[in-house]
């Protein structure tokens, strides 16, 4: 055992979380062998970039191994979380920076893989922050489609919009609500919803030593009402035929197997689903159906093992993963099950009428009759209300970056305006949504959501013109070249390469076309060994990079140029 692991094997002896584990059945020794190894550093390839591939190369440079998973492109590095040595710190830390990858743990890549979802989809994830999961969520649904990730946390949501900015995805819409409190989505519902719960996480000693000091067992019993009313909440806003994918990084039955019982007595048109064991990782366990009761008669009835024969096959279908089962090294403690919505409720279009028994989907289509009022928009505006395309800005923004005008939608607040995906339009702005009272909120507003961001924040204007594009969209946005007042141009790799050698370079030295070009934020497209490389400039007098820092030792790497000096930063 290395020297810095020996405190925490000593605390994980005498701690609390390790008596529980073997009272819920596990072998202590194994379990601490396991448990207290730290987890290696493992990451996704964003797979919307052009670049992925390229990227990957340079992973397998560094050492990295990809991790054999359907539908995911997960590597693993041969080297401790947060410990990339020095030679490859730099470009691993701008691949990550720059939106091509995303350091995450293995075990969490798991639960959106289950949603089972594809492009178009309309998806939820209920406790969204810091954003590993929602991101996930909006690669597999290839860019299209919605996620609406929500975070109730305000210090947790600026997180979580980092995030959303960082990878530069046009299908996230970032909200605020309690999960118990989300607005009912407009009929039928959510095609998924992900509740990755608040936690004890009991599961995580491999990344959070500390846990082994912390954890109590009245942690778990805290926070099970809490978990319970957010999976119910989740329950009631699934379409039929949809599923919720509950997760933790808890290891507490409580938490776990108990929530999912609680929320199936509760909805019996729900069923906990066999999962796919070519989605999972090799060695791992079923769902507990009995565990002690450690908390000295404290516990509700809801945290008790279950005496039903239904339920406790229910149980059995939940998946748990424990450290000292999985021989690959790469995996904490995890919990997930997945709840399938079986009723094939359908509702009469001229009597309103639905079949029983009646669930929570039902009774929403009984409240609001096919033709009840409809509330329209109430004047105020919250973040990105004003869409582009209907303050006549549109046209002339998109014609100025060859992006098709029905590709997208941009939305304009202040000097900035934001790029999404047609279907944040088609599916969140323009939809009735549910209100109180049997009223529907007309299409054409965010409201009821509570919108923190929408999309990716794409170009800053200044009037009707666009002043530059901004970072996060530099790989989003979908440019052309050609046309009047176009401010994209295509050049030669040599030019590419020679603005990206330099600082800044004289406007005679670039191109003899760039003096055709309006002046400011421009757009250079280069395709170099196949790829094709963005480069974003400021014309004036000279050509000036106007990228970042970690974009800068991305595109070096791959022109194969030294690495930036100190004197040449300076």
Same mark, same amino acid.
């Given at each position: 055992?290395?020297?810095?692991?020996?405190?925490?094997?000593?605390?994980?002896?005498?701690?609390?979380?390790?008596?529980?584990?073997?009272?819920?059945?596990?072998?202590?020794?194994?379990?601490?062998?396991?448990?207290?190894?730290?987890?290696?550093?493992?990451?996704?390839?964003?797979?919307?970039?052009?670049?992925?591939?390229?990227?990957?190369?340079?992973?397998?440079?560094?050492?990295?191994?990809?991790?054999?998973?359907?539908?995911?492109?997960?590597?693993?590095?041969?080297?401790?979380?947060?410990?990339?040595?020095?030679?490859?710190?730099?470009?691993?830390?701008?691949?990550?920076?720059?939106?091509?990858?995303?350091?995450?743990?293995?075990?969490?890549?798991?639960?959106?893989?289950?949603?089972?979802?594809?492009?178009?989809?309309?998806?939820?994830?209920?406790?969204?922050?810091?954003?590993?999961?929602?991101?996930?969520?909006?690669?597999?649904?290839?860019?299209?489609?919605?996620?609406?990730?929500?975070?109730?946390?305000?210090?947790?949501?600026?997180?979580?919009?980092?995030?959303?900015?960082?990878?530069?995805?046009?299908?996230?819409?970032?909200?605020?609500?309690?999960?118990?409190?989300?607005?009912?989505?407009?009929?039928?519902?959510?095609?998924?919803?992900?509740?990755?719960?608040?936690?004890?996480?009991?599961?995580?000693?491999?990344?959070?030593?500390?846990?082994?000091?912390?954890?109590?067992?009245?942690?778990?019993?805290?926070?099970?009402?809490?978990?319970?009313?957010?999976?119910?909440?989740?329950?009631?806003?699934?379409?039929?035929?949809?599923?919720?994918?509950?997760?933790?990084?808890?290891?507490?039955?409580?938490?776990?197997?108990?929530?999912?019982?609680?929320?199936?007595?509760?909805?019996?048109?729900?069923?906990?689903?066999?999962?796919?064991?070519?989605?999972?990782?090799?060695?791992?366990?079923?769902?507990?159906?009995?565990?002690?009761?450690?908390?000295?008669?404290?516990?509700?009835?809801?945290?008790?093992?279950?005496?039903?024969?239904?339920?406790?096959?229910?149980?059995?279908?939940?998946?748990?993963?424990?450290?000292?089962?999985?021989?690959?090294?790469?995996?904490?403690?995890?919990?997930?099950?997945?709840?399938?919505?079986?009723?094939?409720?359908?509702?009469?279009?001229?009597?309103?009428?639905?079949?029983?028994?009646?669930?929570?989907?039902?009774?929403?289509?009984?409240?609001?009759?096919?033709?009840?009022?409809?509330?329209?928009? !109430?004047? /105020? *505006?919250?973040?990105?209300?004003?869409?582009?395309?209907?303050?006549? &800005?549109?046209? @002339?923004? $998109?014609?100025? #970056?060859?992006?098709?005008?029905?590709?997208?939608?941009?939305?304009?607040?202040?000097?900035?305006?934001?790029?999404?995906?047609?279907?944040?339009?088609?599916?969140?702005?323009?939809?009735?949504?549910?209100?109180?009272?049997?009223?529907?909120?007309?299409?054409?507003?965010?409201?009821?959501?509570?919108?923190?961001?929408?999309?990716?924040?794409?170009?800053?204007?200044?009037?009707?013109?666009?002043?530059?594009?901004?970072?996060?969209?530099?790989?989003?946005?979908?440019?052309?070249?050609?046309?009047?007042?176009?401010?994209?141009?295509?050049?030669?790799?040599?030019?590419?390469?020679?603005?990206?050698? !330099?600082? /800044? *370079?004289?406007?005679?030295?670039?191109?003899?076309?760039?003096?055709? &070009?309006?002046? @400011?934020? $421009?757009?250079? #497209?280069?395709?170099?060994?196949?790829?094709?490389?963005?480069?974003?400039?400021?014309?004036?007098?000279?050509?000036?990079?106007?990228?970042?820092?970690?974009?800068?030792?991305?595109?070096?790497?791959?022109?194969?140029?030294?690495?930036?000096?100190?004197?040449?930063?300076?």
């Amino acid at each position: 055992m290395s020297a810095d692991l020996v405190p925490w094997q000593e605390q994980a002896e005498t701690s609390e979380l390790i008596d529980a584990i073997e009272a819920w059945g596990h072998d202590r020794s194994e379990f601490l062998d396991a448990a207290v190894a730290r987890l290696p550093e493992t990451l996704r390839i964003n797979p919307l970039r052009c670049d992925a591939a390229w990227t990957a190369e340079r992973l397998v440079e560094m050492g990295g191994v990809q991790i054999d998973w359907p539908n995911i492109d997960a590597w693993r590095m041969p080297w401790q979380r947060g410990r990339a040595p020095p030679e490859f710190d730099e470009l691993y830390q701008a691949l990550h920076e720059t939106g091509r990858t995303t350091r995450q743990e293995a075990a969490s890549m798991i639960p959106p893989l289950l949603l089972g979802v594809d492009a178009g989809d309309m998806v939820l994830d209920m406790c969204a922050a810091p954003g590993s999961k929602a991101t996930q969520i909006a690669e597999i649904l290839g860019g299209l489609g919605v996620i609406i990730a929500n975070e109730k946390s305000p210090q947790r949501s600026n997180t979580l919009v980092t995030n959303s900015h960082r990878l530069a995805l046009p299908n996230i819409v970032v909200t605020r609500h309690d999960g118990r409190n989300i607005p009912r989505p407009p009929l039928p519902g959510f095609d998924a919803v992900l509740v990755d719960a608040p936690c004890s996480g009991s599961g995580t000693t491999r990344k959070n030593p500390e846990v082994w000091g912390k954890w109590k067992e009245v942690n778990g019993r805290n926070l099970h009402k809490l978990q319970v009313e957010l999976v119910l909440k989740a329950a009631g806003m699934v379409r039929p035929g949809g599923c919720v994918v509950y997760s933790t990084c808890s290891l507490d039955p409580v938490e776990n197997e108990a929530v999912v019982l609680e929320v199936l007595r509760q909805n019996p048109w729900l069923k906990v689903e066999s999962i796919n064991v070519n989605l999972l990782p090799k060695n791992t366990s079923p769902g507990l159906s009995h565990w002690p009761d450690l908390s000295g008669g404290e516990a509700r009835v809801s945290m008790l093992p279950p005496a039903e024969p239904e339920l406790v096959k229910a149980a059995e279908r939940c998946v748990r993963i424990w450290p000292d089962d999985d021989d690959s090294g790469l995996l904490g403690g995890f919990f997930f099950a997945v709840l399938r919505q079986t009723d094939s409720t359908e509702i009469d279009s001229t009597e309103n009428k639905t079949t029983s028994p009646e669930n929570e989907w039902a009774r929403c289509l009984r409240r609001h009759s096919l033709d009840g009022e409809v509330v329209p928009p !109430s004047g /105020r *505006l919250g973040p990105h209300d004003i869409r582009a395309a209907e303050a006549d &800005m549109s046209v @002339g923004l $998109l014609d100025m #970056l060859g992006v098709p005008t029905d590709s997208g939608d941009l939305w304009r607040r202040g000097r900035r305006a934001s790029w999404s995906s047609v279907d944040v339009s088609r599916l969140v702005f323009d939809a009735k949504w549910p209100g109180k009272k049997g009223r529907w909120h007309a299409g054409g507003q965010w409201r009821p959501l509570s919108v923190t961001l929408a999309g990716v924040p794409a170009v800053r204007v200044r009037g009707e013109r666009i002043e530059r594009i901004t970072s996060q969209a530099l790989h989003t946005l979908p440019l052309a070249t050609g046309g009047e007042g176009r401010r994209v141009l295509e050049v030669c790799a040599d030019v590419a390469k020679r603005i990206i050698a !330099s600082n /800044r *370079l004289p406007l005679d030295e670039v191109d003899e076309r760039l003096h055709e &070009m309006p002046g @400011g934020g $421009l757009m250079l #497209l280069a395709e170099i060994d196949g790829i094709e490389r963005r480069i974003p400039i400021w014309k004036g007098e000279w050509v000036t990079p106007m990228w970042r820092a970690e974009e800068e030792v991305v595109l070096r790497v791959a022109l194969g140029l030294p690495p930036k000096s100190d004197f040449e930063e300076e």
